[in-house]
């Protein structure tokens, strides 16, 4: 079910397959968005596929890390880390496995 999720955004279907604990980290030139373990994912389509299913599953995250927050994965969670406005640094287990997601 994932899997078919994720080719629907141009993603193999290895991209469900990501391993525990991966690091989340924008490439250079924000193009791609690098996924240790998995590889690049398309800028785009996690900014409007994958980042949205994250926070609307969140919670109530944004009076800790605001409403536009960083995402990366720690330990095979996914984390969401504030950018500014009085959230700069501060961090917010979301509680939502990567491989929910990816």
């Known amino acids: ?3 078919e999720g994720l080719q629907l ?3 193999s279907e290895n991209a469900a397959n990501i391993a525990a604990g991966g690091a989340l980290l924008l490439a250079p030139g ?3 968005v690098y996924i240790k373990g998995f590889g690049n994912v398309n ?6 596929g994958i980042k ?4 609307n599953s969140a919670g109530n ?3 800790h890390v605001g409403t536009n927050p960083n995402v990366f994965i720690q330990k095979g969670q996914i984390m969401l880390q504030g950018t500014g406005g009085g959230f700069q ?3 917010y287990n979301t509680g939502l496995k990567a491989t ?3």
């Not at 800028?43 to 409007?48: A, D």
């Open 1 to 3: 079910m994932i899997s």
């Open 9 to 11: 955004l141009g993603f």
């Open 30 to 32: 924000g193009k791609n």
């Open 43 to 48: 800028n785009l389509s996690f900014h409007r």
């Open 52 to 55: 949205p299913n994250i926070l």
């Open 61 to 63: 995250y944004s009076k």
């Open 89 to 91: 640094g501060k961090v």
């Open 100 to 102: 929910d997601f990816f």
